[in-house]
């Protein structure tokens, strides 16, 4: 299923205007804050597990990280639904100097 989404995903960005390709990277940058929680800090927490303070520690930061990450990725889906004249000044990959 991924390789299906990848391949979709990779052909609308290609053949996107530059707009959806902006778009785009923005949503790809969110989602992937919320797989580094959901996945990454996930995978620490089963490795350290038996670890008390630590493991407690790891739980707080890999849901509250996921809580985050989709709440932007709401407040990023609302502002979209808000552009009205298509012209957006706030683009997530200018804070981080992603190419387009």
């Known amino acids: 299923m991924g390789i299906l989404v990848s391949g979709f995903s ?3 960005y290609l053949k996107g205007s530059a707009h959806f390709r902006k778009t785009f990277i923005d949503i790809f940058m969110l989602i992937s ?3 580094f ?3 990454g800090v996930d995978i620490l927490h089963n490795q350290l597990e038996e670890v008390y303070l630590v493991s407690d520690i790891l ?3 890999e849901e509250g990280g ?3 990450a989709l709440s932007l990725l709401v ?3 609302y502002f ?3 552009e009205s004249n298509g012209d957006r000044k706030f683009y997530l990959g200018t804070i981080f100097q ?3």
Do not use: A, K, Q
Request: proline share 0%; charged share 10%.
């Open 10 to 12: 990779s052909l609308f």
């Open 80 to 82: 979209l639904v808000l």
């Open 59 to 61: 739980v707080l930061i």
């Open 75 to 77: 407040w990023y889906f």
């Open 33 to 35: 804050v919320f797989l």
């Open 66 to 68: 996921e809580m985050i």
């Open 98 to 100: 992603v190419e387009r």
């Open 37 to 39: 929680f959901g996945i």
